[in-house]
């Protein structure tokens, strides 16, 4: 069945700008700036100074599915300029300790001896995202404005660090963790 019009209005926040031009929503907050490019998804946006308004006519239920997947990447675009995410990944280990380092200012991810190997593994930071060597032992920190970024840099970490992994997973339960997930300014 269709729907006749539909609509999501989402509210800006105080310190973020954004303006639409040429099907593209730009994004500018005290964290940087970030591009969302909604030109080939038939809606209709109304940008003012405090809300967003997508409209849709004649829609069957995947556009109205759109409508909401739409609106929350515009709201995590949002965050990420005003808030930002921050993600810290935890290195568990029993006897072979893991050691990782941080190169090219934050861009690349190296880890060396996981489950006693001599491989060096490299993982390539996407995006505008940045690693940091935590505050405590054996931790690393993915901060960015993108969350698309940050969670899939996180991912590629950890989940190598999974399938990599020969031995039984009840016992031997070394690998690279997510374990937590914040933003960067705390309110």
Known sequence: MRAL???RSLDVPKDCN???SDGKFYFEGPLGKQMYDVAKTGFTFEVDSDTILIKCWHAKRTKLQLINTIASHIRNYMKGVTMGFKYVLK???RHFPILTSIEKDGKEIKVHSFIGSKEERTYPVRGDTVALLGEEKD???LQGTSILDVSQT???VSS???KRKKHDERIFLDGIYISEKTS????
């Not at 960067?184 to 309110?187: A, D, M």
């Open 160 to 162: 190598d660090s999974f």
């Open 5 to 7: 019009y539909a609509e």
């Open 184 to 187: 960067i300014v705390v309110n």
């Open 91 to 93: 290195c568990v280990f």
């Open 18 to 20: 954004v303006s639409y």
């Open 139 to 141: 931790t690393i920190v």
């Open 154 to 156: 996180a991912a590629a």
